[in-house]
């Protein structure tokens, strides 16, 4: 049988805890850009999280790499436009979840980074 060593426990913890807290970074920022961002509950949060990771894993290195030179001519800003459209995409993909347009994706996915960013590396150098 092969049993999961510690260290894998661990990462699964530190995943599951980073999952949640984006969540709630999430459900809170739907609380506050109301009625432009509007998510009905937390798990709905949860679930646009998960789907948010799964289409950044899968579908967003794919765009990177298609729309290179475009990222290079506008020297990585493009970056953030690719960040908007994985927002809206994972929102099509989850109900239970309205953004008004792209403007308030591109809001909604800047402050959700950077909160959840913030609270991640707060997180990590505690422990």
């Not at 794919?62 to 290179?68: N, P, Q």
């Not at 590396?121 to 505690?126: A, D, H, L, Y």
Request: aromatic share 10%; net charge positive.
């Amino acid at each position: 049988m092969n049993t999961p060593t510690l260290a894998k426990k661990i990462n699964r913890m530190r995943f599951i805890i980073r999952l949640l807290i984006t969540a709630v970074v999430a459900y809170g920022l739907s609380m506050i850009l109301k009625p432009h961002i509007v998510i009905d509950s937390y798990g709905t949060a949860v679930i646009f999280v998960l789907v948010l990771g799964i289409l950044n894993a899968i579908i967003k290195p794919l765009l990177i790499i298609l729309t290179l030179p475009i990222t290079i001519i506008t020297l990585g800003l493009f970056l953030l436009v690719i960040n908007v459209l994985m927002v809206l995409l994972a929102g099509k993909f989850v109900s239970g979840i309205h953004i008004d347009g792209f403007l308030w994706a591109f809001i909604f996915g800047i402050l959700l980074s950077f909160i959840s960013s913030t609270f991640s590396n707060f997180r990590s150098n505690e422990g």
